[in-house]
């Protein structure tokens, strides 16, 4: 079993930036992707962006590349969120997840953290 643990978020106003950060224990590999999810009050969850573990790899929303930026820590395996110049169309619980492979549908990663909130105010 792994298991995920989100930090870092919290309220901040439009343009402000936050650094996310999950740490992961248990059973982990190198060669498994980690990613990061949010979901809004009433909308569905969505894909944000996942990087490799064996690789240089990185995968991005289109709305969200150049604001946002994926990076890994193999040592503390952990992965990072550093979210820049924040909307409010942002706020959001941010999860991240833990598969072998890499798609932008949810309901296909196998592991999951309890999730972190990210409030931005206009």
């Known amino acids: 079993q792994v298991q995920l643990v989100e930090s870092g978020g919290g309220l901040v106003q439009a343009g402000a930036s936050l650094r996310l950060s999950c740490a992961a224990t248990?059973?982990?590999?190198?060669?498994?992707?980690m990613g990061w999810f949010r979901q809004a009050p009433g909308k569905e969850r969505e894909f944000v962006a996942a990087?490799?573990?064996?690789?240089?790899?990185?995968y991005y929303t289109d709305s969200m590349k150049g604001r946002f930026t994926i990076s890994r820590d193999n040592a503390k395996n952990t992965v990072y969120l550093q979210m820049n110049s924040l909307k409010p169309e942002d706020t959001a619980v941010y999860y991240c997840?833990?598969?072998?492979?890499?798609?932008?549908?949810?309901?296909?990663?196998?592991?999951w953290g309890q999730g972190t909130q990210v409030t931005v105010s206009s």
């Open positions: 248990g059973r982990t590999f190198s060669s498994y992707f």
């Open positions: 990087i490799s573990w064996s690789g240089a790899n990185t």
């Open positions: 997840a833990v598969d072998i492979r890499i798609v932008t549908d949810w309901r296909q990663w196998r592991y």
